[in-house]
């Protein structure tokens, strides 16, 4: 059974800071809403490419979810294009970013964190 591909990942928050993680992954990242499964239970799949990547789940109302804590999860990547207009976009939300230009792997990185302080890569191929 090889494993050939990363499916999904899922954030787990409460109402508020969900809605606030849909939101920031929306018009901050560029992912878009999509169809969701009544079996998902409540809160949003998003998708890139026409492809589900993020699962939004709300949590229960007596769990306990820890935030802005050390993890061993460091960030999830994207590939992407358009690098100027996300740029202006992080920008205009006054998103904190790191940027680095990798010749060796003809990339450029964008790195920030999420309102839950999850760490988002973006990925560009310079020609």
């Not at 992912?31 to 998003?46: A, F, I, M, T, V």
């Not at 294009?81 to 990339?107: C, D």
């Amino acid at each position: 059974m090889p494993i050939i591909g990363l499916n999904h990942y899922n954030l787990r928050a409460p109402t508020e800071l969900l809605t606030q993680l849909k939101e920031f992954y929306c018009e901050v990242v560029g992912l878009e809403l999509g169809q969701r499964s009544p079996l998902s239970g409540s809160g949003y799949w998003l998708y890139a490419g026409g492809q589900d990547v993020l699962h939004l789940s709300l949590a229960d109302p007596d769990e306990v979810r820890l935030t802005h804590v050390v993890t061993t999860i460091d960030h999830i990547a994207f590939t992407c294009t358009e690098r100027p207009e996300i740029e202006s976009r992080l920008k205009r939300h006054g998103i904190p970013f790191e940027s680095f230009h990798t010749p060796t792997a003809s990339r450029f990185q964008i790195f920030f964190k999420d309102p839950a302080g999850n760490g988002v890569e973006l990925n560009f191929t310079e020609k």
